[in-house]
């Protein structure tokens, strides 16, 4: 099982940038998704999160409104749309999996993450 996340970087307050996530090595289709951030010396953060179909999201109140989840099954990619960043937006962004076709916004409902990717919001 593998989820390699890309597409973060260094961009100013009120820019976009946009998250993906591929994954390999289990059914895709057939899994719930999450993304995920963490500061460090902070919890990781419940960011969104997306059914198996994509016909399901769910977003944290701190990001609704401005990113939007969403899937590809055919490329076996989940992707984070991230618009009007904001300083208090920079982390450690992360994609995790979970064996159930639901999503979740509870980190320990999760079997499988990725590594991350930094998002540094800043002027």
């Known amino acids: 099982v593998q989820l390699v996340e890309s597409g973060g970087g260094l961009v100013q307050p009120g820019g976009s940038l946009r998250l993906s996530c591929a994954a390999s090595g289990f059914t895709f289709s057939g899994y719930g998704m999450g993304w995920f951030r963490q500061v460090p010396g902070k919890e990781r953060e419940f960011v969104a999160t997306i059914n198996w179909s994509g016909g399901n999201t769910y977003y944290a109140d701190s990001v609704k409104g401005r990113f939007t989840i969403s899937r590809d099954n055919a490329k076996n990619t989940v992707y984070l749309q991230m618009n009007s960043l904001k300083p208090e937006d920079t982390a450690v962004y992360s994609c995790?999996?979970?064996?159930?076709?639901?999503?979740?916004?509870?980190?320990?409902?999760?079997?499988?993450w990725g590594q991350g990717t930094q998002v540094t919001v800043s002027s």
């Open positions: 995790a999996a979970r064996q159930r076709s639901s999503g979740s916004y509870s980190p320990q409902q999760y079997d499988y």
